[in-house]
């Protein structure tokens, strides 16, 4: 691991400033996915922000019915929350079929949002990988890419975001909150979180390097039958080959988002009008600009099976 | 390596002098040397930001308080520093759960954290469960019902059970229960997904799965 310098900060206002005045500067939540990348020389941060004594750890009401998550309210909290469990399921689904208990305990929502690749190439040192070394290539297109993105990609990163979280969240109409070290305040929709690879896969979202993620918020429950379906080569402790996390009403309408697919949850609001029409429709429409590789082709198929197994629990 | 601290430095000399004319003295004085060497240069970049840190923390029940390299994940200082090496490490990666330690009442990775991120924090590792007079019940039920075959992945599968059955008292749901707003059943179903987060090697999960239901008071 390289040699960085470490602070903790007391407040967001601290903790942004910190970030636009120390270069390499990188904040640190739970530590789960960055410290694993630190430990490889994948990430190389000069300067430490823990951003753990800030008090962004509750969970609260909006003026709106809807719900305020902090940014480092842990997975575990999250999945356990009563407003939670009764009001937004999928969400609890999501978190819980992710890692496991130990990493859950410290792994925060801010931390779950922007957690990288596991593309094999991206931590493999001795492979070439655009989004490690811009311009260096990429390994995957053409090598083993099972796992990969069908959609979304580009010819310099077929990477898929490993997020189960940021699938139900995505289903649910989450927004981002923000602060910047100019005093800012953003909100931006969890779908803009996300930058796609095209030739700069080393830039993943839209954030500043001194922009704080301090809240989630979720708009105030629709109802329906919530479910999160994840397949995996296991049957625990297992990234999504794809997942599915759909809400769905009586008369068959609601949201369906993807992960395992592409560089971000896969969503479309066009494509949702087709989810009475059943898996199929709504597939054809959800991934009609699909380009996978000979080695994830099957992710269609089993994508639009997840999608029609999750409309019948709904429906039973 | 790290520049040293003086407070280290003032150690490592006396220990050269201690260890000086003993056998293997030529390779301990080399490397005091090096130890030197650094001394000067951390004096002369004195203006660079330090990259240790002080941390002091509750382990096992008695206060630590010492400097560590920021780069020093909580495992490591366990183990390397304060040698208690009851915790594993098997991946280093946040994978296995070998590294499993209790920290305010709650099992992580030791492995996936730094040391300096745990101010004021409780730990607990194996060593503060129960010792081999006054077992802690699950190390009593890890030990009647042969959970464990080598033993590697032991210590850290006991911290995680231990906290695993404070999270089912406290109403966490997991990935296999039916209901979410229910309370969970002590399955075995609900105890293997939960204990997902710890890799037996040796494959001796049944055991395991029996010796926690045993303290769980849960059904086959
Ligand atoms: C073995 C293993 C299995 C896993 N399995 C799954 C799985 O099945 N499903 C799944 O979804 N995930 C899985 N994960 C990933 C895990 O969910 C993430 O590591 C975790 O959510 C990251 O959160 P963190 O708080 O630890 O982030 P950190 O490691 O602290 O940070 C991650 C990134 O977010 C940035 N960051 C953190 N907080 C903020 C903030 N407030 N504002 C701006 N930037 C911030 C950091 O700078 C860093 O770039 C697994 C991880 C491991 C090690
Ligand atoms: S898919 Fe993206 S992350 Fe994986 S090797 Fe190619 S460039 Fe790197
Ligand atoms: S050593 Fe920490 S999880 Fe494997
Ligand atoms: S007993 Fe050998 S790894 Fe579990």
């Known amino acids: 691991m390289k040699s960085f310098t470490y602070e903790r900060v007391t407040s967001a206002q601290k903790a942004v400033n910190a ?74 689904r999501a978190l819980l079929a992710g890692a496991s208990g130990q990493l859950r305990n410290k792994a925060t929502t801010a931390g779950n949002l922007l957690q990288r690749t596991r ?56 927004m ?48 329906g039958k919530h479910i999160y379906y994840k397949v995996r080569d296991r049957a625990s402790y297992a990234f999504a080959l794809v997942s599915v996390a759909a809400i769905v009403q009586p008369d068959q ?33 959800l991934l009609a600009d699909a380009h996978p590789t000979a080695q994830n082709a099957f992710k269609i198929k089993l994508a639009e099976r997840a999608i029609g197994l999750a409309l019948s629990n709904a429906s039973s | 390596m790290n520049p040293r601290k003086p407070s280290e430095d003032g150690f490592r000399l006396s220990r050269r002098q201690v260890l000086i004319g003993t056998a293997g003295s030529a390779v301990t004085a080399v490397f005091a040397k090096a130890d030197d060497v650094q001394a000067v240069t951390r004096m002369e970049t004195a203006a660079d930001p330090p990259s240790s840190s002080h941390v002091a923390f509750i382990l096992n029940g008695r206060r630590y308080a010492l400097d560590v390299d920021n780069r020093i994940t909580l495992l490591d200082v366990l183990r390397e520093r304060l040698h208690l090496t009851g915790t594993k490490k098997g991946c280093d990666h ?25 101010e004021g924090d409780s730990i607990t590792t ?13 190390q009593a039920a890890f030990i009647k019902h042969d959970g464990y075959q080598c033993g590697y992945c032991t210590p850290g599968q006991i911290c995680s059970a231990v906290a695993m059955l404070e999270e089912l008292k406290a109403g966490v749901p997991s990935h296999v229960s039916s209901d979410l707003i229910a309370t969970s059943a002590v399955t075995d179903a609900e105890i293997r997904e939960r204990m997902s987060g710890n890799i037996c090697r040796c494959g001796a999960y049944s055991n395991i799965v029996d010796a926690i239901r045993e303290i769980a008071g849960g059904q086959a």
């Open chain 1, 176 to 223: 981002v909150e923000t602060l910047h070290s100019n005093g800012q305040v953003r909100t931006i929709p969890l779908n803009d979180l996300y930058r796609a690879p095209g030739d700069t896969p080393h830039i993943e979202n839209t954030l500043d390097t001194a922009e704080l993620i301090t809240a989630v918020i979720l708009p105030k429950p629709v109802g």
């Open chain 2, 94 to 118: 946040g994978q296995c759960g070998a590294c499993t330690v209790i920290v305010e009442g709650r099992r992580i990775n030791a492995c996936l954290t730094l040391a300096v991120m745990h």
């Open chain 1, 253 to 285: 309408t609601g949201q369906v988002a993807l992960g395992g697919v592409a560089y971000k949850p896969w969503r479309s609001e066009e494509a949702e009008v087709y989810l009475p029409d059943g898996a199929n429709a709504i597939t054809m429409h």
């Open chain 1, 19 to 92: 970030a636009a005045s120390t270069p390499g500067a990188r904040f640190i939540a739970g530590g789960t996915n960055l410290l694993d990348l630190m430990k490889l020389e994948i990430e190389t941060p000069q300067h430490l922000i823990d951003v753990n004594g800030l008090e962004f750890d509750k969970i609260t009401m909006t003026e709106d019915g809807g719900l305020r998550i902090g940014a480092l309210v842990r997975n575990t909290d999250l999945a356990a929350a009563p407003q939670v469990r009764r009001d937004y399921a999928v969400l609890s």
């Open chain 2, 126 to 138: 194996i060593e503060g469960l129960g010792t081999p007079d006054n077992l802690h019940p699950l």
């Open chain 1, 119 to 174: 593309c094999a190439y991206f931590y493999d040192t001795n492979q070439p990988c655009n989004k490690r070394r811009p311009g260096a290539g990429c390994a995957a297109i053409g090598g083993a890419s099972r796992q990969h993105a069908i959609v979304g990609g580009s010819n310099a990163c077929i990477a898929s975001h490993p997020s189960d979280m940021a699938v139900a969240m995505r289903a649910l109409g989450a």
